[in-house]
């Protein structure tokens, strides 16, 4: 939603497929404006945030509002760190496209050519679930919050275990519903993991974060993946309790993945 809003502001821009070219002019003004509106509507319920907005390698525009902290009037900085939150799903779909690029991975297959035999036993359905399901939200699997907050990282060893632990019904029949589904994300991210060889945190790190000059980006549940994230999340003002970055990487990120 956040990312929608960024995108929103960019009035005037203009985005035309030319011999595999996709130039950009932006509207810089506007995004301002925009991102103003946005605060000033939401002040009463926004404590702090930071936004980002990139075109290839030029800053275009950056900006912080509010506070980390507001007991200790901490202000919202380029090293303030908030938590993913649904943001990272842009890193499993990078990943996906990635593979399927280099024709390890097809999107359009049934995605139980690469799981583990009978892996998808609450699947209620005999058609095929492909990526592209997992991808638009429309594998047809029923939403369950659960774990949202996890107090012992070592509850779960790997990707594989979480998703066995937890396996919702499917409702409906894949391609009949569009129906947002975090259990379809992370099993598109353990698809990864068994057509990569790699664990997704590594993947991810060696593929996206790595080439991004992403220092300060952690997507390990125990942060064991960067020393800096989780040495900041212990300091006060760090937005909530897990699966950390600083916006102004994440936002870089989430614009080179839209343009193309």
């Known amino acids: 939603m956040f990312l929608l809003l960024i995108l929103s502001g960019v009035n005037e821009s203009k985005v035309q497929a030319e011999a595999g070219v996709f130039p950009i002019t932006t509207d810089v003004a506007g995004i301002e404006t925009k991102m103003a509106e946005y605060i000033?509507?939401?002040?009463?319920?926004?404590?702090?945030?930071?936004?980002?907005?990139?075109?290839?390698?030029?800053?275009?525009?950056?900006?912080?509002?509010?506070?980390?902290?507001?007991e200790n009037h901490l202000a919202v900085d380029d090293e303030t760190v908030f938590e993913w939150g649904s943001a990272s799903k842009i890193m499993v779909w990078v990943s996906v496209m990635q593979l399927a690029e280099q024709g390890r991975l097809d999107l359009d297959a049934d995605i139980r050519e690469y799981l583990p035999k009978d892996f998808l036993s609450n699947a209620r359905y005999d058609t095929a679930i492909t990526m592209v399901n997992l991808m638009n939200h429309s594998a047809g699997f029923q939403e369950d919050y659960v774990d949202l907050f996890v107090k012992d990282c070592t509850d779960f060893t790997c990707l594989e275990d979480a998703l066995a632990a937890h396996k919702p019904e499917q409702i409906f029949e894949p391609g009949a519903l569009t129906a947002y589904s975090n259990w379809s994300t992370a099993l598109a991210a353990f698809v990864v993991e068994r057509v990569s060889g790699m664990s997704y945190v590594e993947y991810v790190h060696q593929h996206i974060f790595e080439p991004l000059g992403m220092e300060h980006s952690a997507i390990a549940m125990d942060l064991s993946d960067n020393d800096w994230v989780a040495a900041k999340r212990k300091e006060p003002g760090s937005f909530f309790s897990h699966l950390l970055i600083t916006i102004v990487e994440q936002m870089s990120l989430a614009i080179i993945t839209v343009s193309g």
């Open 40 to 70: 000033e509507a939401h002040q009463d319920t926004t404590a702090g945030l930071a936004y980002s907005v990139f075109c290839g390698n030029e800053d275009l525009v950056t900006g912080y509002y509010g506070y980390a902290d507001i």
